[in-house]
């Protein structure tokens, strides 16, 4: 199983938002990322990267 650790890039630093995503959906210009026990965390904001060996997703601002 494949789980991702999404991360806001602020001032050039990685803010850890949520862990062991499994899922990403984009709702009204916000990704909506849903973890493994579905809870769901909505975040205003671009995507800067997705690393699938790292298992990160960046946003940005």
Do not use: A, W
């Amino acid at each position: 199983m494949c789980l991702s650790t999404v991360y806001k890039l602020k001032d050039g630093e990685k803010e850890k938002i949520c862990e062991y995503v499994s899922g990403v959906r984009n709702s009204d210009g916000e990704f909506v990322f849903t973890d493994v026990m579905g809870e769901e965390k909505t975040v205003p904001g671009k995507l800067s990267s997705i690393d699938l060996i790292k298992n990160e997703i960046i946003i940005e601002d």
